[in-house]
């Protein structure tokens, strides 16, 4: 229990990745309020099982006031919020010359103004309790384009502007006790990749050194790592934890 009595908030909890993380904090101590548009059930009586608290906050992070309303149920039932995980996100697959207007601003909308929005909501909490801890889920695709999936240009770009946000945060906050950190992810073994081809799953693992796909439960303990006391002095870090995809 290395984060015992933390109120934490998890974007996308209702989604693969969201979900495992919300269980691996709570498991650490936790009570996780679970942020999403859909499907919290599960991430519900996966917190609930391990004896913390949970909180199911349906909202649409790409709308701010929604976004504020839902963090301020959280603040008002706990007090505040001391860990942030930003986690909902998702792509789309389309050739970067017939991407449409309204595409691109949904790209950016889902992947990065999300991120302003929860992170806008969530930081007076943590300047009022004297700290706080904000990880942020980008995506391989940030650092190294259509690595990952060809295509995804609109993704590509707002997942790297988590990771200047990242940065930027993790300056302006640095003398608040708030650390800002980001993990890159490389190919997750969530349900998603279930709909691989066995060749297209040939493709992929050809070109990750480990010729592993990452698991969730993996990525969960980075994140308990950042939002340890231990990491105080870690911020602004971008860590791919892709099985050197991206080298
Ligand atoms: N799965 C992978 O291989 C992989 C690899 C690299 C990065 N990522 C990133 O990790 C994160 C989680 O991925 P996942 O595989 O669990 O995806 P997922 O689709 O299973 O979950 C994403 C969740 O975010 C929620 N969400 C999307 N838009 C929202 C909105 N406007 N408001 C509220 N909730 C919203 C969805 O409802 C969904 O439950 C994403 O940001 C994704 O880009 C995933």
Redesign the pocket.
Known sequence: MRLAGKKAVV????????KVFSEVLAREGCDVAG?????LDLFGDAVRATGRAALELK????DLEATQAAIGQAVEAWGGVDILVN?????MVRKFHEMTADEWRRMV???LT?VFNVTRAVVPSMLERGGGRIVN?????ALRGGR?VRHATG?AAA?AGVVGLTKALAIEYATDGITVNCI?????Q????DRDTPEGREALLAQIPTKT??R?EDLAESIVHFCLPSAAYLTGVILPQDGGHGI
Do not use: E, H
């Open positions: 974007t996308g909890a209702g989604g693969a990745m969201g942020l999403d548009v859909q499907g909202a649409d992070i790409t986690n909902a996100g998702g792509g909308d889902v992947n999300s889920i980008a995506s391989i695709a990952l993704y997942k890159a992810p490389g190919a997750q969530t349900p998603g990749r796909l990452g969730p």
